[in-house]
């Protein structure tokens, strides 16, 4: 059975349809990222996902569960991230926990919230002032929160915003250590690094599934070319470039310059033409990144949420 199978989905706000059709599966112990623009309607699948908003059409289970009909199941077998921090900053570490547990009447109260906060490394903090927490440490704590009645499914709204690298390395060392126990992970991000270490990705926008897989089969089905040029001047270069049929995009790098295209011959004539005409200017075979195909993505989509 799979964590989540979702079909169809559509949600719609007033007339803006803010997803549009989606259908999503995640298999039992994946951790699965969700990417799309700001606006494009990760937040309300997942809302919808864990039960706190109804589809207008669709169907779908969440941990088996109907998403229309069991929301109350669901919410309590999920583990649910919001986007916002959402704590009694003048409450310690260990009496916002304590409330946490109160809340899904988990019983006895100290015992969970002790092994909660050992799990996650917060016990030398426990009597620490939620507010006075830094980014990190509140992403800590959150994640304790949400995990600590033993859901079998997290999902995570961009629980990483803001946070510093480190911090977001072991936040995420975290979710594989706890993926390989088993839990189920969505989570939304806007990172590609964070996008690279999930099982599978799925890119939303404006509503519409655009891609799904892992990262190189994205990279790959998206079908672009990329070539690095190196040489002088290159801010004229890339000046020269934009706009000529073939190029897509084009981007400095450090010395360099990425240019990107779905058209290979027609980007390959277009860069044959600006060598010739920048003298010293070298092309060479470059590597699609992720990035590039979201790029891409985001410059094909119409944004229908303004
Ligand atoms: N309750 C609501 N009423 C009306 N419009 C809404 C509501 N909730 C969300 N929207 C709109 O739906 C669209 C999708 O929002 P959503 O928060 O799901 O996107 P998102 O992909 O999570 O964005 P971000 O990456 O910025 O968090 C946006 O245009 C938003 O303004």
Redesign the pocket.
């Known amino acids: 059975m799979n964590a989540i199978d979702v079909h169809g989905l559509v949600k719609r ?2 007339d ?1 349809t ?2 549009d059709h989606v259908t999503m599966s995640v298999a039992e112990g994946e951790i699965v990222g969700f990417l ?12 919808i996902m864990c039960g706190l908003l109804t589809p207008d059409e669709g169907e779908g289970t969440v941990l088996g569960f109907n998403i229309r009909t069991d929301s109350l199941r669901i919410k309590r077998e999920v583990g649910y991230m919001t ?1 916002k921090f959402s704590f009694y900053e003048d409450l310690t570490i260990g009496e916002n926990l304590e409330f946490v547990a109160r809340l899904y009447r988990l019983k006895p109260v100290e015992e969970h919230v002790a092994s909660t906060l050992e799990d996650l490394g917060l016990t030398s903090r426990r009597n620490q002032l939620a507010g006075t927490l830094s980014g990190g440490w509140k992403q800590r704590l959150a994640l304790a929160a949400c995990i600590m009645h033993k859901p079998k499914l997290l999902l995570l ?2 629980p990483t915003a803001g946070v510093d690298p480190k911090a977001r390395r072991e936040f995420w060392d975290e979710i594989h250590r706890l993926a390989s126990g088993g839990l189920t992970v969505l989570v ?1 991000t ?1 990172y590609m690094d964070e996008a690279e270490r999930c099982h599978r990705i799925s890119y ?1 926008s404006y ?1 519409k599934m655009l891609a799904t897989g892992t990262v190189a089969e994205v990279v790959k089905n998206a079908g672009l070319t990329t070539f690095v040029l190196q040489g002088p001047r290159l801010d004229q270069v890339a000046e020269a470039l934009q706009g000529r049929p073939g190029v897509d995009q084009v981007a400095p790098f450090g010395a360099t310059l990425h240019v990107v295209g779905s058209d290979k011959k027609k980007l390959e004539a277009a860069l044959a033409d600006v060598e010739r005409e920048h003298k010293g200017v070298k092309v060479s075979p470059g590597e699609t990144s992720l990035e590039d195909v979201f790029i891409q993505f985001m410059s094909g989509s119409k944004d229908n ?1 303004a």
Not at 36 to 47: D, E
């Open positions: 706000f007033g803006k803010v997803v799309g623009p700001n606006g494009s309607g990760k937040t309300t699948t997942i809302r986007q709204d961009e939304s806007h939303i509503g949420m």
